[in-house]
């Protein structure tokens, strides 16, 4: 399991949300770059040193430091758009090889590099930036329905990171919430909610909006 690429965003206007940038064209770098806890959500601040987000109410912040996504999935989605997908072209900052990004556990533990710890945190929501930025008409949609979102993570213990750095399982919680299983819950299938509880390393906004939504 490794990193095919570290990706930072570059600032471009976004007429898809009424906000002035968005940073979701994320582009590979050489070289290492350094990655720590950005803090609370609300300053445009991200984990990758040199990247942020520019709709400061929806991302960014400690449980939105880093975004992942499967090189795999995006071979997938090669094949079903019928163009180019290189990495970060799903404005992600790792593209990966060999990790099972869906299939992760929240609160799962990756140790990249020789110093960077990362926890699976939660799964990325598509919104109206995304299905612009692909110029897909109904992409929000297709996406959620495919079910394989990539994800969140927070930053443990900050390092720094470059391409082909090796990606480890540190650890991985004693329940089965996955990625996918959150996001899917989250999105289509509500009836999944309860499943989530258990899994304590969900976003505290997150867990008590299930909470609410599951007491009814």
Known sequence: MELLSVNVGRPRPNPWKGLDDTGIDKRP??????????????????????DRVYDVKHHGGDDQAVYAY???DLDSWEAELDRDLPG???????????????????GERWRIGPRLVLEVSCPRIPCQTFQGWLEREGWIKRFTQAAVPGAYLRVIEPGEIRAGDRVEIQQRPDHDVSIALSFRAMTLEPELLPRLLVADALPAKDLEQIRRRVAG
């Open 29 to 50: 770098v050489d070289g290492p770059v350094a990655v720590t806890a950005p803090g609370p959500k609300g300053t445009g601040a991200v984990g990758l040193a040199g």
């Open 70 to 72: 499967a090189r795999e």
């Open 88 to 106: 970060g072209a799903f404005g992600e900052n790792l593209t990966t090889l060999g990790v099972d990004v869906n299939g992760a556990l929240i």
